[in-house]
């Protein structure tokens, strides 16, 4: 059987044609998937960079604050408590203003003022905050009865802020140090009154 050469040739042009086709797709699906790979790329270092970032703001945070209010941002930051791992500032009640009596951890008339005041600063922010509230005491009694007593007044300040200010109690939380974080020397009578104390440590 004779084949017409005319036919030979169309078959071979359309194949020709074909195969042109089939590497211009080939090489625009390749480009195309090199792009999104680029663009994937990019932003997996993106969110590293800003990652690193913030890994970075959080150790300048640190080497910024000291003792118990670096504890609390460290505890914060470990239970995912805070938007953007920030120390903000800290408010120390002391013993002069606090005036818990002894062996009891109701607030005072001048306590609650304090705390109004402090309250007030936090919604004129107009920010997402989070509080720890630090309970600590002197040397007097005995290391477990001072841990108690610490908590208490704590809870004392947590109760008051949730119950008058309005603060959710999710976004704030208490420890007590009892004597363990001195600020003044307990040998004498106004050391231990500036270590009977509860502090305030706001996060962000």
Known sequence: MRVD???ISL???ACISIGCATKTYVKTETGETERRVGERITGVEGQVEDAQERLDEHGRQIDEVSGTARDALERAMAAG???EGKFLYE???SDDRVRFAVDEAELSPEAAAALDAFAEEIKARNE????EVQGHTDS???EAYNIRLGESRAEAVRRYLAGHHGF???RISMISYGEAAPVADNGTKEGRAANRRVVLVVLK
């Open 81 to 83: 408590k805070l938007a």
């Open 11 to 13: 078959a071979a042009l």
């Open 140 to 142: 007097t009694g005995d």
């Open 168 to 170: 959710a109690l999710h």
């Open 91 to 93: 408010t120390v009640l």
């Open 5 to 7: 050469s005319r036919w």
């Open 128 to 131: 997402n905050v989070y509080v």
